[in-house]
């Protein structure tokens, strides 16, 4: 199981800070002492991720919460499938509800759309990476939710990895130019370069960084920069980004690059369908 963020507990902290304000004021129409159980469900097929975001949720509403998990982070779900039992005070369950189903949702979203992609390329040798396409405030708890899916992470920010792109190129010179100096201001950083043609990608590979990017290169040019980087001793890891579906996917990874970038893992989430069923009870 991967490691979990350090800044999980402030990412759960600020999620019921912006929902519950100075307080949840609907749950008081609900009796103090009133109890309640129940389960959350999926209603389609998922990878599950998320659970200690929503038992962190519960714990700071009320410690007295308890939550039963019949799966873990990174299993697969089929529809209909109970996810966990719930139990305790009912105000503290209908206050957390909302929150701990967003982070769920999400979490599992994100490692639903990873497992997609990684079972494309299964096979092949090439690994599926994330980007830093992600929503603010939450890029850990995504990263996670992408390892639970099976595919690493790029850089984490900006500080892990240089990445030099076109922009960085122009305010360098060259290719050539940012490369080394590259070297010289972050050193025993790992240093990757997007190229846009086969003529770059030959000036980037005699500067020698660790990866080269090929940005929107067509299946054929991919081949050919496999085939030049292999000439070469393969003196660098090459990585396919831009306009990746899950249809493409397998057919990039054949190519032979090392790595696939997607951005929309993170980007264009699509929320898994939960839901908490909650029947009540007497103090």
Known sequence: M???PA??????EAALREDVGGGDVTATLVPAAQRVRGAVITREDAVLCGRAWAEETF???DARVQLTWHAADGEALHATQVIFDIAGPARAVLTGERTALNFLQLLSATATATRRFVEAVAGTGCRIL???KTLPGLRTAQ???VRCGGADNHRMGLFDRVLIKENHIAAAGSITGAIEAARRNAPGITVEIEVESLRELEEALNARPDIVMLDEFS???MRAAVALNGARGAPAKLEASGSVSLESARAIAATGVDYISVGSLTKHVHAIDLSMRLQFSGA
């Open 130 to 132: 994330d980007t830093r």
């Open 59 to 61: 714990r700071r509403l």
């Open 2 to 4: 991967p490691e979990l």
């Open 7 to 12: 800044d999980l507990a402030g990412q759960v």
């Open 219 to 221: 299946l054929a040019d």
């Open 143 to 145: 990263k996670y939710a």
